[in-house]
């Protein structure tokens, strides 16, 4: 089971820090995705880091403004959102897989989802 926290809503420019905590299972086993679905559109990737931590993948959308990390003695995967934007707002989700890719089907266990809504 995967359970991802650490939403809420902030202003613009504001930082979030998401957590993604893996109970039942060696996180560090899987490599790790972070979506997320915006109303009315379809669910995206973002991010990706093997089980290792030792590599990262980013969507362009986020490239140079979030970071993906691990700490696999925390069973935990981390999504560090610095200057957040209106259009960041969306319901944010984590993922785990044998290896990283953008294709949902191939990601085994699912966290619930933790809104982000960015908003003055």
């Known amino acids: 089971q995967l359970q991802a926290s650490g939403g809420g809503l902030v202003q613009p420019g504001s930082s979030l820090r998401l957590s993604c905590a893996a109970s039942?299972?060696?996180?560090?086993?899987?490599?790790i995705g972070w979506f997320r679905q915006a109303p009315g559109n379809e669910r995206q990737w973002l991010s990706g880091?093997?089980?290792?931590?030792?590599?990262?993948y980013y969507h362009d959308s986020v490239l140079g403004r979030f970071t993906i990390s691990r700490d696999n003695a925390k069973n935990t995967v981390y999504l560090q959102m610095p200057g957040l934007k209106p259009e960041d707002t969306a319901v944010y989700y984590c993922?785990?897989?044998?290896?990283?890719?953008?294709?949902?089907?191939?990601?085994?266990?699912w966290g619930q989802g933790t809104q982000v809504t960015v908003s003055s």
């Open positions: 880091i093997t089980g290792s931590g030792e590599r990262t």
């Open positions: 993922a785990a897989a044998d290896k990283v890719g953008v294709n949902q089907a191939q990601y085994r266990y």
């Open positions: 039942g299972f060696t996180l560090d086993d899987y490599s």
